[in-house]
Nanobody, 119 residues
């Protein structure tokens, strides 16, 4: 069963950048479709970006042109490069392995990493 550990969150000023990492273990990382979600206080968790096992990417409209999702299968790691950060990007960011036969057809989540953008 895959396990996910996020890192790279922190406090940054508006306009700054952060890169989040998601280290996977316990499974064949290259075969997983991966995604990043976020949850701000008092709001529902929302999809930010995703990358398939074949490398196709997709983004929420709110982050298009500012965020880039990528993966390094040799390092069992997915990344979320976040540029031009805004205060409204403040949230806990979660890495997600999408449901597949490898996950028992359920979502697998990391513990989350806090991103705080000050104005």
């Amino acid at each position: 069963q895959v396990q996910l550990v996020e890192s790279g969150g922190g406090l940054v000023q508006a306009g700054g950048s952060l890169r989040l990492s998601c280290l996977a273990s316990g499974s064949i990382f290259s075969e997983h479709d991966m995604a990043w979600h976020r949850q701000a206080p008092g709001k529902q968790r929302e999809l930010v970006a995703g990358i398939t096992s074949s490398g196709s990417t997709y983004y929420a409209d709110s982050v298009k042109g500012r965020f880039t999702v990528s993966r390094d299968n040799a390092k069992n790691t997915a990344y979320l490069q976040m540029n031009s950060l805004k205060p409204e990007d403040t949230a806990v960011y979660y890495c997600n392995a999408l449901p597949s036969r490898l996950t028992g057809w359920r979502n697998v989540w990391g513990q989350g990493t806090q991103v705080t953008v000050s104005s």
